[in-house]
């Protein structure tokens, strides 16, 4: 079992949409998530954390993180063309792992207008 | 500005061939980390290093070299023992114990000619 998995996608959505990306983690003990998104050819670029169960809402962007199902997602809400990317999840994985986060493969978004 | 500055942004190895790959930051992170993404692929963990002259294997060290002299500075070398280091290399930092995430520099990329 991998330790942080996502569907690789693609995922087409319309323009304007909701865009729902998910990710399962392996670790119960994680502590910390991210998530980053890498436009094709550069480097990835963080664009939310979350610690706490719940939401955490920034602008269009909102991490969702239930710990009890091991489950974090990224909404982004009114979809543009600028979003199209790769989003990656990573988790910290625990204190036995304390110093480093594990990347999942990533899920390839398009925005259709 | 503070960041990550990787150079050189591509190049190209022959065969038998070490070459090092350099990352420098300004950000005063403790942390600093190699990872390797193929294409399609997510990230996977070369090395990584939480203080100055003191470094750890991660996933894929094989035929791969680092130090950590200065707090600032984490060269990689690609070393003529790792068979297929075509690929994108990435070096990013982060405070001790990644709470807030890793902050990446913009990448190398390695081709085998």
């Known amino acids: 079992q991998k330790e942080v998995e996502q569907n690789s996608g693609p995922l087409s959505v319309p323009e304007g949409a909701i865009a729902s990306l998910n990710c399962t983690y392996s670790?119960?003990?994680?502590?910390?998530f991210f998530w980053y998104r890498q436009y094709s050819g550069k480097s990835p670029e963080l664009i939310m954390f979350?610690?706490?169960?719940g939401d955490k809402e920034d602008g269009r962007f909102t991490a969702q993180l239930n710990k009890a199902s091991q489950y974090v997602s990224l909404l982004i809400r009114d979809s543009q063309p600028s979003d199209s990317a790769t989003y990656l999840c990573?988790?910290?994985?625990?204190?036995?792992?304390?110093?480093?986060?594990?990347f999942g493969s990533g899920t390839r978004l398009s925005i259709r207008p | 500005d503070g960041g990550i500055t990787q150079s050189p942004k591509y190049l190209f190895r022959k065969e038998g061939q070490n070459v090092t790959l350099s990352c420098e930051q300004n950000?005063?992170?403790?942390?600093m980390y190699w990872y390797r993404q193929d294409p399609g692929q997510g990230l996977r963990l070369i090395y990584y290093?939480?203080?100055?002259?003191?470094?750890q294997k991660g996933d894929i060290a094989e035929g791969y070299s680092v130090s950590r002299e200065k707090k600032e500075s984490f060269p990689l070398t690609v070393t003529s023992a790792q068979k297929n280091p075509t690929a994108f290399y990435l070096c990013?930092?982060?405070?001790?114990?990644?709470?807030?995430?890793?902050?990446f520099g913009s990448g190398t990329r390695l081709t085998v000619v």
């Open positions: 990013a930092s982060s405070i001790a114990g990644v709470r807030y995430g890793y902050t």
């Open positions: 670790d119960r003990g994680s502590q910390s």
């Open positions: 979350i610690y706490s169960n």
């Open positions: 990573a988790v910290n994985p625990g204190y036995s792992s304390a110093s480093k986060i594990i």
């Open positions: 950000l005063n992170h403790d942390a």
């Open positions: 290093s939480q203080i100055v002259n003191d470094f």
